[in-house]
């Protein structure tokens, strides 16, 4: 590891100011940029510490019932937050199946957002692959075993690392972008770049550009939503696959839906073709295994990983009922 000068900003203005140096990466809880450091893909000139910016750590609700995260708060703090696992449980159930306590206590929920791809041809500096400056997707073709079973025919078959990603995606997050003295809102699905657009990037942020807030949209009381996570193990592990459910309910019948998936494309992944399947229905076990079936039509599995299809049937069946309150293996 090279050395590398470590300035430790006080508000937004003085980090701004650190990343002048053109070198220069933020570092909040450091998890993934430490690791791509010890690896060799990436040796800054400066680490920005922005968890001493005490503006970017909070959790907060506006007039209108929206609730503020800042993108320093920590995992731990937002699976433990009372109204967010009222309100917004996919989101807590995401942030507390992320790794360790031990973690989940220093990663923050910008941190998980902007993560990089846990590919293990991207993870070496021993391969040449394609997001790391190479002329093809060593995947594509090698080890394949966790890679994407959609999105995978533009270069890049790796999937998106962030689980917390998939909730707020389902949960119709929005997300705050500053620039100096400016900011910008968008929406998380808006911050994704796809490997068409730039094999290089998974997101949109530039080098001047600091991630401070994620905006949850005040919900109704027949929201209901939920998020699992599929390991090969029971202890900490990468998932195989995890969904997210957002039901919106009238009574027993579904009036409106967002799934969205993970470990299962470049970027989190929406499955519209399941959500209509769900639309002015009645939640049953037999809908969701139905809707399950339509997510998967347009899966597209590599060498090694065509077990993903039927796993993630599974997962989203399953998870569709848990959000709605019902016993997924009651038929």
């Not at 209509?276 to 939640?283: E, R, S, T, Y």
Request: with cysteine; glycine share 6%.
């Amino acid at each position: 590891m090279k050395k590398f000068e470590y300035g430790m900003a006080k508000n937004l203005a003085g980090a701004f100011e650190f990343l002048k140096e053109s070198e220069a990466k933020i570092k909040a809880g450091g998890i993934d940029l430490l690791d791509l450091m010890k690896e060799g893909l990436e040796s800054p000139t400066r680490l920005v510490n922005i968890r001493t910016v005490p503006e970017l750590s909070f959790i907060k609700k506006d007039e209108k019932g929206n609730l503020h995260i800042g993108a320093t708060t920590t995992l731990a703090e937002i699976a433990a937050h009372s109204e967010i696992q009222t309100r917004y449980r996919a989101l807590a159930q995401a942030a507390k199946a992320v790794a360790t306590p031990q973690i989940r206590n220093v990663a923050t929920v910008g941190g998980n957002l902007c993560q990089r791809p846990r590919c293990w041809y991207f993870r070496s500096a021993d391969f040449n692959c394609l997001r790391n400056g190479g002329d093809h997707c060593l995947a594509d073709e090698g080890e394949n075993k966790y890679h994407a079973i959609f999105g995978n025919q533009d270069g890049c078959v790796v999937v998106h690392p962030s689980g917390t990603a998939v909730a707020l995606m389902a949960l119709d997050a929005k997300l705050v972008i500053a620039r100096k003295k400016e900011s910008r809102e968008i929406h998380i699905a808006d911050f994704w770049v796809t490997p068409e657009d730039d094999v290089t990037r998974e997101n949109i942020l530039k080098h001047d550009e600091i991630l401070t807030e994620i905006i949850l949209p005040a919900t109704e009381k027949s929201t209901t939503s939920y998020y699992f996570k599929q390991k090969e193990k029971q202890s900490f592990d990468w998932p195989i696959a995890d969904v997210a459910v957002v039901l919106e309910m009238n009574g027993k019948k579904c009036t409106a839906s967002k799934i969205v998936l993970g470990s299962a494309a470049p970027v989190p992944w929406r499955i519209e073709k399941a959500e209509q399947v769900l639309k002015d229905k009645q939640i049953s076990v037999t809908l969701a295994r139905q809707a399950a079936a339509a997510a998967m039509v347009d899966a597209n599995p590599l060498s090694q990983n065509a077990y993903k299809v039927p796993v993630f049937s599974a997962v989203i069946y399953r998870t569709i009922c848990w959000a709605a309150g019902i016993d997924p293996f009651a038929a």
